[in-house]
């Protein structure tokens, strides 16, 4: 029934939409739509570049998710941002109808969503654009049909396919960038120049809490989808080893999240030397302390690659769903990953953990063996030397 009701109501903002009059405007405008999570959004960040160059002479749009907005000095070289906010898209009307008709009252020229992973949301929002070129992706979005698939890809004007030997999210971005702007780019990895951001909050935190850099480790347990999450008391365990090897674990997080890390913590034979910033710090601060931090261990999630993007390797805790696609990247030789030597479920999109019940990791997360994750810290702290 509650699909039914979104349905006609999506219907009726559409044709709501397809009422309202555009604005006109002297310069060609732009949309690029990018309303995926944080994690997603660093790894298209180098891409702008690209964008930017190619529309020189144009107003451009972006619509970002509103945990990117903290890093807006990021986007300085943008005329409009858009902040997104999903949960509120997707439970309040009044949010979502507003949102939309802005949409088009903007006026787009040509609207782009660079996603390999679509979802009904963002193609939604390309249609109502009203934009008369609409790019998108061939991509690994899901249909529940054929037809819907094919309704679906019908929104856009032009569809890029991407060779299947391109595997990793940087080089599908960069492959995406290249055919929009039908020109070789020089994109880089992502780097984060800290200089832009504000330092003061991470300062007091270090003399607060007496960390000296190199010797405290930045540990991000939580992941946006709780299959990914490996066990709370395998973290402890962890925890209690770094504490052994005379290292500052410093918990970081939402303040969703500040649940998981206090069970990790009730579960850890001492906290005295544990420090716990979950809930209570914005992304700059987490930048600056993940910069002093000795190296980074926890969950495939958006702070592993804020790690990689101001350089502290990396040890990140990896399922089978996107193995190969987000991580690892840049120098491989300070970034590593742990998994399940014997998963079956690499690449499958997440299809594992279909049957696991929420708060529960799926199976590759949950038998990722403390012994190689012991193992994986022991040849960080030996390459670091």
Request: hydrophobic share 40%.
């Given at each position: 029934m509650k699909k039914i009701i979104k349905a006609i109501v999506d219907c009726l903002i559409s044709l709501e939409c397809r009422l309202t009059t555009a604005k006109h405007h002297s310069k060609r405008r732009v949309l690029i739509l990018r309303k995926d999570t944080l994690g997603d959004y660093i790894l298209f960040y180098p891409t702008l570049t690209a964008y930017r160059k190619v529309y020189a002479d144009a107003e451009i749009t972006l619509v970002i998710s509103k945990l990117f907005q903290s890093l807006s000095p990021l986007l300085a070289d943008f005329e409009n941002v858009i902040w997104y906010d999903a949960k509120r898209y997707s439970t309040d009307l009044f949010y979502r109808r507003s949102f939309l008709l802005?949409?088009?009252?903007?006026?787009?020229?040509?609207?782009?969503?660079?996603?390999?992973?679509?979802?009904?949301?963002?193609?939604?929002?390309?249609?109502?654009?009203?934009?008369?070129?609409?790019?998108?992706?061939?991509?690994?979005?899901?249909?529940?049909?054929?037809?819907?698939?094919?309704?679906?890809?019908?929104?856009?004007?032009?569809?890029?396919?991407?060779?299947?030997?391109?595997?990793?999210?940087?080089?599908?971005?960069?492959?995406?960038?290249?055919?929009?702007?039908?020109?070789?780019?020089?994109?880089?990895?992502?780097?984060?120049?800290?200089?832009?951001?504000?330092?003061?909050?991470?300062?007091?935190?270090?003399?607060?809490?007496?960390?000296?850099?190199?010797?405290?480790?930045?540990?991000?347990?939580?992941?946006?989808?709780?299959?990914?999450?490996?066990?709370?008391?395998?973290?402890?365990?962890?925890?209690?080893?770094?504490i052994e090897k005379n290292i500052t674990p410093v918990f970081c997080g939402s303040e969703g999240e500040k649940k998981l890390v206090a069970s990790i913590m009730n579960q850890m034979k001492s906290k005295e030397r544990v420090v716990d910033i979950s809930g209570t710090t914005n992304l700059p601060t987490i930048l600056h302390l993940l910069k002093h931090s000795y190296f980074y261990f926890g969950s495939d999630t958006g702070i592993t690659h804020l790690a990689a993007a101001v350089g502290t390797p990396a040890i990140c805790l990896m399922g089978g769903g996107h193995f190969g696609r987000f991580f690892p990247y840049g120098d491989l030789n300070k970034n590593k990953i742990v998994f399940d030597k014997k998963m079956t479920c690499k690449g499958d999109n997440w299809l594992c953990a279909k049957d696991v019940k929420a708060g529960e990791s799926a199976p590759c997360v949950r038998d990722i063996r403390i012994e190689d994750v012991k193992k994986e810290i022991d040849a960080m702290i030996d390459s670091l030397k």
């Open positions: 802005n949409l088009k009252k903007q006026g787009f020229d040509i609207a782009i969503q660079p996603t390999f992973s679509r979802e009904p949301a963002g193609d939604f929002m390309i249609k109502v654009s009203g934009a008369p070129i609409r790019i998108g992706v061939d991509g690994d979005f899901t249909a529940s049909t054929k037809e819907e698939r094919i309704n679906t890809d019908k929104i856009y004007t032009q569809l890029i396919s991407i060779p299947s030997n391109i595997v990793t999210e940087i080089d599908k971005n960069i492959f995406i960038a290249e055919q929009i702007t039908k020109e070789k780019n020089d994109i880089l990895f992502p780097t984060i120049d800290l200089k832009i951001f504000n330092d003061t909050e991470a300062k007091k935190i270090i003399t607060a809490n007496k960390l000296v850099e190199n010797k405290y480790v930045i540990i991000c347990p939580g992941s946006g989808t709780t299959f990914k999450i490996w066990p709370s008391e395998k973290f402890a365990i962890i925890t209690d080893y770094l």
